[in-house]
């Protein structure tokens, strides 16, 4: 079954519900991006594998995780919290049946203070972009997804910071991928708010990593 990269960053109120949640046969693997309030030692406790990746980044988190899995099929997700592990099990689906290449989770808010207008907006720009340079038609760039390991080291996705997820879809496209979505729900996350979209200040930061992306390709 899967393996599940948990980037980290200081999520200890959050890692006992999500990895409580995680499904059976589904192996979570916490990359501790540089935690100073335990989570490492948490997860460690909690029975998950830990990595530590000292150089800081979200896709420097991600690919971290990738390097050690070894299932042959790796999903990823935030581990804040604010999405549930639970429905890993219908975004791994496709893949398993050999009907996609690339799933990702299209999360669906439970609340504005779920997901801030402002980041709404700034996912769909960036969806709607996508759509116009590769044709797929994407309603979320979410950081629930999963992928087969070896093809997705094979993709060479080079950022290592918030614009891994973006990357990763284009390469997936280039490359002829069949890329799907599936409905994934969307909460508040544990201990306030989100490090990129509960700020102006960190979804700046995520749009400029993708912008740069954008230009790259």
């Known amino acids: 079954m899967p393996d599940v990269v948990l980037p980290v960053l200081d999520e200890a109120e959050a890692l006992p519900w999500v990895l409580g949640r995680m499904p059976g046969g589904f192996n979570p693997i916490v990359v501790d991006n540089g935690s100073t309030d335990g989570s490492g030692a948490l997860a460690n406790r909690l029975g ?27 999903c990823f997700m935030d581990a804040d919290g604010s999405l549930d592990p639970r429905e890993l099990t219908r975004v791994v689906v496709p893949i398993l049946d050999e009907e996609a290449d690339l799933v990702l989770g299209s999360r669906s808010a439970a609340s504005r203070e779920a997901w801030p ?8 720009v960036l969806a709607l972009e996508v759509r116009r340079r590769t ?3 994407l309603k979320d760039i979410g950081p629930m997804r999963a992928a ?33 979505e599936v409905p994934v729900s969307y909460a508040v996350r544990a201990g306030g708010r989100s490090k990129v979209s509960g700020s102006l200040r960190g979804t700046l930061r995520a749009v400029r990593d993708m912008t740069d992306v954008l230009a790259r390709a």
């Open 48 to 74: 998950a594998q830990v990595v530590r990746e000292p150089r800081r980044g979200f896709g420097a988190a991600c690919f971290a995780g990738l390097t050690v899995a070894r299932a042959s099929v790796v």
């Open 117 to 124: 207008v402002r980041a709404r907006l700034a996912n769909r």
């Open 135 to 137: 044709g797929v038609r």
């Open 148 to 180: 087969r390991r070896r093809e997705l080291l094979e993709l060479g996705i080079v950022d290592r910071r918030f614009g891994w997820p973006l990357e990763m879809v284009l390469r997936a496209d280039r490359t002829g991928w069949r890329i799907h």
